[in-house]
């Protein structure tokens, strides 16, 4: 690859053929400024016409993509948009920008003014040509020095690239998606491609915040690139077999938010995660949200590594089946704890005789306590009486295994819900389909929805 000054504007030339040649600027505005997420109407209604050409730069520095969706602007201010320093600070996309990709004419001149102080890059399209000399030649030559935040969808489809992007010096936020149809995610080519890919993060030492979401399901021993990785406070893992490599994550001393999944949704792993394996976290003591999803087995062992606890503030344990009733007094070694919930679906393996009284009522020491979830692990409402010592809690989600009819309703609000005097929500689940509907009882909203394997629901 070389370097060619044609006219005081550089481009990059292909001495084999020369799919990177000198185009012309005013071919690359437009299509460009279409493409970061900008509509542009012909509309003269706007009052936003009516400021001065200095106001609306000004204004337009501080709106975001959503914001600027939402106007109809007219008239010259329009040309503000053509300006690239005036939308540096929203994300620029990898897979419409004519200078990552192939065979699209741009200048050198072009491409440095649309990357000055441009922080944010996304990557949304798998069938997008974007070329890695291309990327490569631009991180070589520092024009992507200002990047710090990079979302990328279809990760398989763009492994090279992210493997390039990992040598950027300033990412503090990386976020990576790869949904697939059941051939893709059993390929064992897309497989190897994303192993390389995480393999190379352990460049990025500057990363603060780290989100993986894979359809397959690869070795947790592909995490050894978080051993680099001492700057990160938040983690979320989905889509990795963690019967393996969680003693990777011995030393982020620093993480505030811990979000695993054992395998992910498409996927069970043959072998289950041991309790003794999370004692490999025992000096993650910053931990205030911690999400374990997919833990069967679960108890005070594996509890022991986050309890006691003065930092935590949010707990989440789902579709950990068999879970052991002593964990219960664990958790309620967080006194400072805001959010529970233990969420499971009516197929989940859970053995409620062993939660009894005497293992709620440790519960009762979470005074902070403001929302609880309880799916599948009591027998009716009348086991709520044990944690009546709740009383800051304002939202409250139950599902049973017995849907409720209007005698047990009638019982639960006149004899249950008054032990919880700040209680503001209520929201009864089952896996009964058509049962979502809303009603008000004083000053208390109660929800009626349907919850099956899989669905994402609102708790807080």
């Known amino acids: 690859m070389q370097l060619h000054i044609i006219s005081n504007k550089r481009t990059l030339f292909n001495s084999r053929h020369s799919d990177l040649q000198i185009g012309r600027l005013d071919s690359q505005w437009t299509p460009l400024k279409s493409r970061i997420d900008l509509i542009m109407s012909s509309s003269s209604s706007s009052p936003l016409i009516r400021l001065p050409r200095a106001q609306w730069s000004e204004i337009i520095s501080h709106l975001s993509a959503d914001d600027l969706k939402s106007l109809r602007l007219a008239g010259p201010r329009e040309s503000c948009l053509r300006v690239p320093h005036l939308t540096s600070h929203l994300a620029l996309r990898m897979d419409h920008a004519p200078f990552f990709l192939q065979n699209v004419e741009y200048t050198e001149l072009a491409t440095g003014k649309w990357l000055a102080n441009r922080q944010r890059l996304i990557i949304n399209n798998a069938h997008a040509p974007i070329c890695p000399r291309r990327v490569s030649y631009l991180i070589s030559r520092g024009y992507l020095d200002s990047i710090t935040h990079i979302t990328v969808h279809d990760g398989h489809a763009h492994a090279h690239v992210v493997m390039l992007l990992s040598a950027l010096p300033n990412v503090t936020y990386l976020r990576i998606i790869d949904q697939g149809n059941p051939d893709e995610i059993s390929n064992v080519r897309i497989r190897n491609d994303l192993e390389l890919m995480v393999a190379s993060l352990s460049k990025l030492t500057t990363l603060q915040v780290l989100d993986i979401e894979i359809d397959c399901v690869i070795s947790g021993r592909n995490l050894m690139f978080l051993q680099s990785l001492h700057e990160l406070k938040h983690v979320r893992l989905r889509g990795f077999d963690l019967s ?217």
């Open 244 to 460: 393996r490599g969680i003693e990777n994550m011995a030393n982020l001393t620093r993480l505030k938010t811990l979000h695993l999944c054992h395998g992910n949704f498409y996927s069970s792993p043959e072998e289950d995660v041991k309790e003794e394996h999370l004692l490999h976290l025992m000096k993650l003591k910053a931990v205030e949200n911690l999400h374990l999803e997919g833990f069967d087995c679960l108890g005070e062992t594996g509890m022991k590594s986050f309890s006691p606890s003065s930092n935590m503030k949010h707990l989440t344990l789902k579709h950990c089946q068999e879970m052991k009733e002593d964990c219960i007094p664990c958790i309620g070694e967080m006194p400072n704890l805001e959010s529970l919930h233990i969420v499971n679906s009516s197929y989940d393996d859970i053995d409620i005789d062993n939660f009894q009284t005497e293992n709620w009522g440790y519960l009762n020491e979470l005074q902070k306590l403001k929302t609880l979830s309880l799916f599948y692990v009591m027998v009716d409402q009348y086991d709520l009486l044990d944690l009546s010592g709740l009383t800051c809690l304002e939202t409250l989600n139950i599902a049973f295994h017995e849907n409720m009819d209007q005698e047990a309703f009638e019982e639960l609000c006149t004899s249950v819900l008054p032990k919880f005097p700040s209680l503001k929500k209520l929201r009864i689940f089952s896996d009964e389909m058509g049962m979502d509907y809303t009603m008000q009882r004083g000053g208390m909203q109660i929800e009626f929805s349907s919850f099956n394997f899989g669905d994402e629901v609102e708790l807080d």
